[in-house]
């Protein structure tokens, strides 16, 4: 990149900046998510950075979930314990992504305006954004894909040149890497060495290969040392569902997530006019996708290889799981459009399109006057007011009986239906209770897990209230009540663990 081309990007890096401070600061939502993934996630990192390894809120060793995400919050975790600190760094990751993608864009050939629209895009993109604020790997993820493809297009494309360039070498790390934050990006893998035999890149293939084999061995050695086995993701595949997957995401997940932004009803069989709309989104996509030159088959096979890796899984994912690829749907689908919008131009003008039309896609997505449930994080507006919202009282009431069991026994370990959200508001280490009506059973769990406390909570899980609470009741001489918490009422129930033994036993003989 020559010095004059760096100083023509700089106004339109400087406007991007203004636009993701904006979209960020509008929609950030400083209260903790109230998933369980982002709590395992938080414990990962708080094991990493403590020197504990890989491992759980227990200092248990785990493989729950890919170790890349964590160990990018891990060395922020070695200064603070902050969520918001966190939510932070998940957006500098997706600012990061979006300018990387700004890059590649304009080195595949795009103009600077329409690159700056389509990272415009990016940033208001709803979905992008709903995980960007909360701990989650999707946007760590993709900023290290932008990584790969915007390496991919500054080294040398000629294969002798190219094994003499360390950014070859950064591109093969990034690479693995992208698989250790999220294992679907083996589809991006997959699509770089099937791109290189094509051209008839043998050892560029061999390499991606080799990486490949390589950066996995040490995971997937210490998961068999630790008798960890396979992945969860495994267990979830189920080939008799993959056609029906497939269809939602290509003709559900797909319109709703990309600009313009649309309301699909996942739980309505596709119409006859929902395929059409899906239809013409692909032939806009693979057209965009073509156009981009050097970078038209990774991004088309990665697009096709993620589709078919989400479709292997038996989860009802919805969009979910294609959200580290919507930066690059969202690219081709735009530039598609504004190609064949220049064709139509030239016939009939003999100039092409300005790109500046292509704003009028952006105005779906802000329906500022438009009534929100609550919830409702579809909408640039709907993501405001959840940030917005109070946290609910049995939530908060939950959190205030972790904070204040925390002040009486640093070293609790505590029996509740949300141990992974329990620890994160508290740092106190949680077991799920045994769910059976089996009394002396139930009893026997908590004393085999070495539990010292319960929580009686209102968060509306029905087995607490079919199974927890009736023991609990019958029990009075072993849980003894320490803190009370009104509206709703909320209790951490001290177990006896004397008297819990000499339960079981007396009821064994």
Avoid at 290 to 316: E, N, Q, Y
Avoid at 382 to 407: H, I, S, W
Avoid at 430 to 438: I, N, P, Q, W
Avoid at 443 to 459: F, M, P, S, T
């Amino acid at each position: 990149m020559t010095k004059n081309n760096k100083l023509q990007d700089l106004p339109w890096l400087a406007a991007l900046l203004v636009v993701a401070v904006t979209v960020f600061s509008f929609v950030f939502n400083p209260k903790p998510d109230f998933n369980g993934d982002n709590c395992y996630y938080y414990a990962n990192a708080t094991s990493l950075a403590a020197g504990r390894g890989y491992a759980d809120m227990f200092g248990e060793p785990t493989n729950n979930f890919p170790p890349g995400y964590p160990l990018l919050m891990a060395p922020l975790r070695l200064f603070t314990s902050s969520i918001i600190a966190q939510k932070v760094l998940n957006l500098v990751f997706l600012g990061a992504g979006v300018v990387l993608l700004f890059f590649i864009l304009t080195g595949a050939g795009l103009k600077r305006s329409l690159s700056f629209l389509i990272c415009s895009a990016v940033i208001v993109t709803p979905h992008i954004l709903e995980f960007s604020t909360i701990m989650m790997s999707e946007a760590s993820c993709i900023c290290c894909i932008m990584l790969v493809l915007w390496l991919y297009m500054r080294m040398p494309q000629e294969e002798r040149e190219q094994w003499r360039s360390p950014l070859f070498y950064c591109f093969l790390a990034a690479l693995v890497f992208s698989f250790y934050i999220r294992t679907q990006c083996m589809a991006l893998i997959a699509a770089f060495a099937v791109t290189f035999l094509l051209a008839k890149r043998w050892r560029s293939a061999m390499a991606v290969a080799a990486a490949f084999t390589v950066g996995y061995a040490p995971w997937a050695i210490r998961n068999a040392l630790l008798g960890l086995g396979q992945s969860r993701y495994i267990e979830q595949i189920e080939p008799a569902k993959i056609a029906d997957t497939l269809k939602m995401l290509v003709s559900q997940a797909i319109p709703e997530s990309i600009i313009p932004f649309m309301d699909i009803d996942y739980d309505a069989v596709p119409d006859a006019q929902t395929w059409l709309i899906a239809a013409v989104w692909l032939v806009l996509i693979i057209y965009g996708a073509w156009a981009m030159k050097r970078l038209r088959l990774p991004i088309l096979l990665a697009l096709a290889g993620t589709l078919l890796v989400v479709s292997l899984i038996d989860t009802p994912s919805r969009y979910r799981y294609i959200v580290i690829v919507l930066p690059l749907l969202t690219a081709a689908f735009m530039t598609g459009i504004w190609k064949i919008g220049t064709l139509c131009c030239k016939r009939l003008t003999g100039k092409e399109l300005t790109p500046w039309l292509l704003a009028l896609l952006f105005l779906p997505i802000f329906p500022i006057f438009k009534t929100i449930e609550i919830n409702n994080k579809h909408t640039i507006w709907g993501l405001y007011v959840y940030g917005k919202m109070d946290t609910p009282d049995n939530l908060k009431n939950f959190f205030l009986v972790g904070q204040a069991l925390r002040q009486y026994d640093r070293n609790a370990i505590v029996a509740t239906r949300k141990p992974e959200l329990f620890y994160l508001h508290s740092g106190l280490r949680g077991k799920y209770f045994l769910e059976t009506s089996d009394e002396k059973a139930l009893i026997r769990d908590l004393v085999d897990k070495k539990v010292g406390y319960v929580v009686i909570d209102q968060l509306g899980y029905p087995a607490t209230f079919e199974y927890l609470l009736p023991c609990t009741q019958r029990h009075p001489e072993i849980f003894r009540p320490i803190i009370h918490e009104k509206n709703p009422h909320t209790f951490v129930l001290q177990i006896d663990r004397f008297k819990a033994i000499e339960f079981i036993k007396r009821d064994s003989e």
